[in-house]
T-cell receptor, first 113, second 114 residues
Framework: AQSVSQHNHHVILSEAASLELGCNYS??????LFWYVQYPGQHLQLLLK??????LVKGIKGFEAEFIKSKFSFNLRKPSVQWSDTAEYFC???????????FGSGTRLQVQP | NAGVMQNPRHLVRRRGQEARLRCSPM?????VYWYRQLPEEGLKFMVY????????ESGMPKERFSAEFPKEGPSILRIQQVVRGDSAAYFC????????????FGPGTRLTVT
């Protein structure tokens, strides 16, 4: 069965620390990859996406992610986090040609000032 | 430029009652998706609809759950004879019919079954 794993359930960082959140998936075919963020009290927002091309993808608010096909991974990174990055982060994967997304269980990021 | 709208935001139902959740997609979007999020879990796909058509319902429970997206009006997710295990957050998303697979999410409806 298709699945998406986010191994870090809860991450606590100080401001200015670097961030890397892991995402691994198990799919046999060509995939579309997404990171969504949910700030406290708000709805899911798209951070960045990968469909094809350059495996290093830049998103909003200084976030980036790298698709490593051989490792079935799409890790999210940010060089220097801010208190305002406190949120829950979800990795999502869709098979090309099929619109349903499979989500990871999420990573709760807490940034301390 | 309104985003995806869902109502109600919170819904309380007693066991055995019916729950109706509504979703209005973003302007220009004709594809709607429903997801369910149980406590401490990620979102789980339920159903994908286009106007008047169910395209993919592979994630829908076989009984008590139904969805529609009529020609006019919002998409509706209907849960009959609710049980405590239906308590969850239900999210709707929409996407543009052309090209991109990006889905834009609404604020969700939190259903509590007492």
């Amino acid at each position: 069965a298709q699945s998406v794993s986010q191994h870090n359930h809860h991450v606590i960082l100080s401001e200015a620390a670097s961030l890397e959140l892991g995402c691994n998936y198990s799919y046999g075919g060509t995939v579309n990859l997404f990171w969504y963020v949910q700030y406290p009290g708000q709805h899911l927002q798209l951070l960045l996406k990968y469909f094809s091309g350059d495996p290093l993808v830049k998103g909003i608010k200084g976030f980036e992610a790298e698709f490593i096909k051989s490792k079935f991974s799409f890790n999210l990174r940010k060089p220097s986090v801010q208190w305002s990055d406190t949120a829950e982060y979800f990795c999502a994967v869709g098979l090309t040609g099929r619109r349903a997304l499979t989500f990871g269980s999420g990573t709760r990021l807490q940034v301390q000032p | 430029n309104a985003g995806v709208m869902q109502n109600p935001r919170h819904l309380v139902r007693r066991r055995g009652q019916e729950a109706r959740l509504r979703c209005s997609p973003m302007k220009g979007h004709s594809h709607v998706y429903w997801y369910r999020q149980l406590p401490e879990e990620g979102l789980k796909f339920m159903v994908y609809l286009q106007k008047e058509n169910i395209i993919d319902e592979s994630g829908m429970p076989k009984e008590r759950f139904s969805a529609e997206f009529p020609k006019e009006g919002p998409s509706i997710l209907r849960i009959q004879q609710v049980v405590r295990g239906d308590s969850a957050a239900y999210f709707c998303a929409s996407s543009h019919p052309q090209g991109s697979y990006e889905q834009y999410f609404g604020p969700g409806t939190r259903l509590t079954v007492t």
